[in-house]
């Protein structure tokens, strides 16, 4: 009772608010949009340590607006009514923040799944006959995809979307079955396989859509930087003539003072440390030198795109801890991308004198220039808007750098700068120069035949890394 008064109340009037209570909730298709009101240091409390509670709040509220838009455009093209159940806040606010255009009702249950059946189960009592439930982390979902759902109720008797992250965006039912959201294992990665376990044990036929990226951690800021203008008021914008030098570290007090010193006090250069919990100094020591430091989740792929979704530059070079870039790179960065290419890197020289590394030096850069395939140790440059783009690193633990190379090349050339990065050639000393070359060999081969990167990591972390 208390919530249908507060509905009154955010309306403009008794009469409008009695026009909508007659027409609410009665088409056939029915969108209900899973939320939570935004409240600092209450909602995406796990992107707090990079974007603050206050920002993560912002962010929240950006991401519900940009989904119960797509849910209004959807509505410009089918009969179809959307349903808001929240958590937080009340009707009034949420009202307030998002329109009063909308029904908004409270979720009921102790957890995920048995708000999600309450849910559904109400909808299909009022008479629905197709109900495609959504959340408000997913910003590359559309009105299209949303149409696609329903479309595949016709044929199949759940649609769902599933995430990067192992769970899924949307599920889409064309009766109520409570049992699809007992025995889940919510908010982990094994949330989709059970699902389509539970799908296939009471004998429905499913039909999934593409894959898209929830955000729920820093790596996931890329996919909202891939909807531009929707979150401006979060994100900064790229600053055109900046540069920006995203570092990942782990346990990296050694060397990391001296490549931070090189890069201080240059202009337009903007430097972003992605750290993936290091338990040394490090984290102290970057702060002590006055540059912003991202707590990220442990992986080289995960740290450098949290790096990039909070950079500002319009370039963004990638540079590993142990790697020191030459003398005047910036104008080699931008020359390089001057010359019509699409991205570029360094040529490699590694600072020791064995005469072996030579051959290892002259190798990497032939490589790097007739193959088009630098490695992350030689300083990967490209401009932010196309590594937006194309969806960044991989999360993966080995062979993220060739990943994203194998890619960009298929966007234009990926060009050598004429200068060389100076990295550091412990591992080749310390595991001897045929033993890394031949493991490197094999990861590469054994990537290429499909081999996962999480194996291919095993195989390299047993070789001595």
């Known amino acids: 009772m208390t919530d249908r008064l507060t509905e009154r109340a955010c309306l403009p009037s008794e009469q409008q608010f009695a026009q909508a209570a007659r027409t609410a909730l009665t088409a056939p298709d029915r969108v209900i949009v899973f939320a939570r009101f935004p409240e600092a240091g209450q909602t995406k409390t796990r992107l707090i340590p990079a974007l603050g509670p206050e920002r993560s709040a912002q962010l929240q509220a950006a991401l519900t607006r940009r989904t119960l838009h797509v849910t209004r455009q959807l509505c410009l093209d089918r009969a179809c009514d959307v349903e808001v159940r929240f958590a937080g806040g009340d009707v009034s606010r949420m009202c307030s923040q998002f329109g009063a255009d909308l029904q908004y009702t409270g979720q009921q249950g102790n957890g995920l799944g048995e708000r999600l059946e309450d849910a559904v189960s109400a909808a299909f009592?009022?008479?629905?006959?197709?109900?495609?439930?959504?959340?408000?982390?997913?910003?590359?979902?559309?009105?299209?995809?949303?149409?696609?759902?329903f479309k595949g109720l016709s044929h199949a008797d759940v649609v769902l979307g599933p995430a990067m992250d192992g769970g899924y965006y949307l599920i889409g039912l064309?009766?109520?079955?409570?049992?699809?959201?007992?025995?889940?294992?919510?908010?982990?990665?094994?949330?989709?396989?059970?699902?389509?376990?539970?799908?296939?044990?009471?004998?429905?036929?499913?039909?999934?859509?593409?894959?898209?990226?929830?955000?729920?951690?820093?790596?996931?800021?890329?996919?909202?930087?891939?909807?531009?203008?929707?979150?401006?008021?979060?994100?900064?914008?790229?600053?055109?003539?900046?540069l920006s030098i995203i570092i990942p570290t782990l346990?990296?007090?050694?060397?990391?003072?001296?490549?931070?010193?090189?890069?201080?006090?240059?202009?337009?250069?903007?430097?972003?440390?992605?750290?993936?919990?290091?338990?040394?100094?490090?984290?102290?020591?970057?702060?002590?030198?006055?540059?912003?430091?991202?707590?990220?989740?442990?992986?080289?792929?995960?740290?450098?795109?949290?790096?990039?979704?909070?950079?500002r530059g319009e370039v963004l070079l990638f540079l590993h801890a142990d790697t020191k870039l030459p003398a005047g790179f910036p104008e080699h960065v931008w020359s390089t991308l001057d010359r019509g290419a699409i991205a570029g890197?360094?040529?490699?020289?590694?600072?020791?004198?064995?005469?072996?590394?030579?051959?290892?030096?002259?190798?990497?850069?032939?490589?790097?220039?007739?193959?088009?395939?630098?490695?992350?140790?030689?300083?990967?440059?490209?401009?932010?808007?196309?590594?937006?783009?194309?969806?960044?690193?991989?999360?993966?633990?080995?062979?993220?750098?060739?990943?994203?190379?194998?890619?960009?090349?298929?966007?234009?050339?990926?060009?050598?700068?004429?200068?060389?990065?100076?990295?550091?050639?412990?591992?080749?000393?310390?595991?001897?120069?045929?033993?890394?070359?031949?493991?490197?060999?094999?990861?590469?081969?054994?990537?290429?035949?499909?081999?996962?990167?999480?194996?291919?990591?095993?195989?390299?972390?047993?070789?001595?890394?």
């Open 174 to 242: 064309n009766a109520n079955r409570p049992e699809l959201f007992r025995g889940i294992d919510w908010s982990t990665e094994n949330v989709l396989r059970q699902t389509l376990q539970r799908v296939r044990q009471v004998g429905c036929s499913v039909r999934q859509l593409r894959p898209l990226s929830d955000v729920d951690h820093p790596e996931d800021l890329l996919a909202c930087r891939r909807v531009p203008g929707a979150f401006s008021e979060v994100l900064p914008a790229l600053q055109r003539g900046l």
């Open 251 to 311: 346990n990296e007090e050694r060397g990391i003072q001296q490549t931070l010193e090189r890069l201080a006090g240059l202009n337009n250069v903007e430097v972003i440390v992605a750290d993936g919990g290091s338990s040394d100094a490090t984290v102290d020591i970057v702060r002590q030198m006055g540059i912003r430091v991202v707590p990220v989740g442990r992986g080289r792929g995960r740290q450098m795109n949290a790096g990039a979704g909070l950079a």
């Open 345 to 465: 890197a360094f040529r490699l020289r590694l600072d020791h004198p064995h005469s072996g590394l030579r051959w290892i030096e002259w190798g990497a850069n032939l490589r790097s220039q007739y193959r088009q395939l630098p490695y992350g140790d030689q300083g990967l440059f490209v401009r932010a808007a196309l590594f937006h783009r194309i969806g960044g690193f991989p999360h993966w633990p080995l062979m993220e750098d060739y990943e994203l190379c194998r890619r960009l090349r298929k966007q234009g050339r990926i060009r050598l700068a004429p200068a060389a990065v100076t990295s550091s050639a412990r591992r080749w000393l310390k595991f001897g120069l045929c033993r890394t070359t031949l493991m490197n060999q094999i990861c590469i081969a054994g990537f290429r035949m499909g081999v996962s990167p999480e194996r291919l990591a095993r195989w390299y972390s047993g070789s001595g890394k």
């Open 125 to 149: 009592l009022a008479g629905t006959k197709r109900v495609v439930v959504i959340g408000t982390d997913c910003p590359e979902l559309d009105a299209t995809i949303l149409g696609e759902a």
